[in-house]
């Protein structure tokens, strides 16, 4: 469009402006007939505002004009509601943005690119060697022959800190990852099956309660560690709680001052997601003597899960200097 078809369309636009508001105004003073004179009011106001916004664009500097629709749209939305002024406020604001402006950028803030992760440099970590082991054998980009070497290394380590990983390695491009990953992890677990396969027998041919109380003991105590170190998922999960926690029972009916036994009972319970069951376990365990320091943490969790956040914050504030494990000092500060 060019300058002088602008220049006579936003005088047009702007006469237009000036009959329509007018027309509005003197609406308001008309008596009452077969129209509300509010709603005449505003559906003139709105032509009038349509009109203002059509001339007050076409005087806005060139970058102010753009996205079209929605700067004409946000002109007309302040002409109709404020009725003369509002495309004037606009227009003075523009103004002064003109003559005025900014002089220097800000400083305080700019795009940063994303962090990438380094894989050369996994092999320079002389800190947290476990952590470096796991890390390198995670990465697909490290070599074939430095990732073999890493899961040979980790096989030394407990099962319960790199049982999550070996699974995650059992769907590995790498065939010698999966086969490795899946013999350690089968050899972990049948290690604790055929104890418990042998417990069982040895507990189906005692007849002493003595011996049916270590035998139950040492069955529960079994089910458990597969669990704690992630084992077992799924449904044989479940049946592994299940199985751990009956044998628990069978255990503390033979003694029911077995401390021991009632904290495995807290645990088991905190993994089905029954926190009240698990906080009446645990304090049993306690009432029996077991050191406090040592169930604070489980009691802890049984709060948190109940959604008692002032008592989490109570228990674990109570530790004090007696949380010595690294990994639970953290958790201790943040909530004490």
């Known amino acids: 469009m060019s300058k002088t078809l602008s220049l006579i369309v936003s005088a047009l636009a702007a006469l237009v402006a000036v009959i329509v508001q007018y027309l509005a105004i003197v609406s308001l003073m008309q008596p009452a007939g077969a129209i509300d004179p509010l709603l005449r009011f505003l559906a003139l106001q709105s032509l009038a505002g349509l ?30 509601f404020v009725p003369l002024f509002g495309g004037l406020v606009v227009l003075v604001s523009c103004v002064w943005a003109a003559l005025f402006p900014g ?12 962090p990438k992760f380094v894989t050369y440099l996994v092999s320079r970590v002389s800190h947290g060697g476990g952590a470096r082991l796991q890390a390198r054998l995670a990465n697909t980009q490290v070599s074939a022959t430095d990732r073999l070497s890493a ?27 999966r086969l490795i990953a899946y013999g350690t992890l089968d050899h972990a677990e049948n290690e604790i099956m055929q104890k418990i396969f042998q417990t069982s027998k040895a507990l189906e041919a005692t007849a002493g309660d003595t011996e049916r109380h270590a035998l139950n003991r040492l069955l529960a105590e079994l089910y458990f560690e597969l669990v704690y170190q992630n084992l077992v998922q799924g449904e044989v999960y479940r049946h592994t709680l299940q199985q751990a926690d009956r044998y628990a029972q069978a255990a503390l009916e033979m003694d029911p001052g077995d401390a021991a036994l009632w904290l495995i009972r807290g645990r088991l319970a905190l993994a089905n997601g029954l926190p009240d069951a698990a906080q009446g376990h645990i304090s049993r365990a306690l009432e029996l003597g077991f050191p406090r320091e040592r169930l604070v943490p489980w009691l802890a969790e049984a709060d948190f899960l109940r959604g008692d956040y002032s008592r989490v914050s109570q228990l674990l504030a109570s530790l004090g200097n007696a949380a010595a494990l690294p990994t639970l000092k953290p958790v201790v500060k943040y909530w004490s």
């Open 51 to 80: 009109a203002e916004a059509v001339a007050f664009r076409l005087w806005l500097p060139p970058r102010y004009r753009e996205p079209r629709a929605l700067s004409l749209l946000l002109l007309w939305v302040g002409c109709t």
């Open 103 to 114: 002089r220097t950028e800000s400083d305080q803030l700019t795009d940063v690119p994303r």
């Open 151 to 177: 899961l040979v290394a980790i096989q030394r380590m407990p099962t319960r800190t790199t049982g999550t990983l070996l699974r995650e390695l059992l769907a590995d491009p790498l065939e010698d990852i």
